[in-house]
């Protein structure tokens, strides 16, 4: 069973640089393919960055150059280190794990089963 569970939500200022954290309180090795996504105010989900269980990555472009996706096996832990943070970076933040479809595009939040409870991150200008 996978339990997935996103560190506490922040607050930052323009060009701020936190990490979140996503750890498997399930006991399941996390060596499903893993994500992180987001959803702003009104807004759609959508994917941010994605990680293969062979450790290929993806990035949006939005976020390429500035987010990291990284998994720390050990820990059980997906960790998302972000820089340069702008407003419209501003969203709650989910991780996802075990991909249900290699038909869909990689960062489509269709591909996974398992979901975190979400994690506001909110940037001011």
């Known amino acids: 069973q996978v339990q997935l569970h996103e560190s506490a939500g922040v607050s930052v200022p323009h060009g701020g640089s936190p990490t979140l954290s996503c750890r498997d309180s399930?006991?399941?090795?996390?060596?499903?393919?893993m994500g992180w996504f987001r959803q702003g105010t009104g807004k759609e989900r959508e994917g941010v960055a994605d990680m293969t269980g062979n450790g290929e990555l993806i990035y949006e472009d939005c976020v390429k150059g500035r987010f990291i996706i990284s998994l720390d096996n050990a820990k059980n832990t997906l960790s998302l280190p972000m820089s340069g943070l702008k407003p419209e970076d501003t969203a709650m933040y989910y991780c996802?794990?075990?991909?249900?479809?290699?038909?869909?595009?990689?960062?489509?939040?269709?591909?996974?089963?398992?979901w975190g409870q979400g994690t506001q991150v909110s940037v001011s200008s």
């Open positions: 996802a794990a075990y991909r249900l479809t290699a038909t869909l595009p990689r960062l489509s939040p269709l591909n996974y089963k398992y």
């Open positions: 399930g006991n399941a090795s996390l060596k499903y393919d």
